[in-house]
């Protein structure tokens, strides 16, 4: 677990051994999540870098036949 303080301006600091493990650079948009106490920070991804990412989910579902087009 790492510290970092919230500086005069707003900002956070984030370790640079944290920011390569998550590969984050600068410029990166995140979503900000908050629930009792926690923040989370959530990198917002364009579309072609989730190409792939539902590798090997399996899509052979049964419809009923009103689902069908």
């Keep these: 677990m790492f510290e970092t ?13 944290i920011l390569k493990q998550l590969k ?3 410029g990166q948009h995140f979503w900000i999540s908050y629930d009792s106490g926690v923040i989370q920070l959530i990198p917002k991804k364009s579309i072609n870098d989730l190409f792939g990412s ?9 419809r009923e036949d009103e689902d069908r087009i």
């Design 54 to 62: 539902l590798k090997g989910i399996d899509s052979n579902i049964e």
């Design 5 to 17: 303080t919230v500086t005069p301006n707003l900002q956070i600091q984030i370790s640079s051994e």
């Design 24 to 26: 984050i650079n600068p």
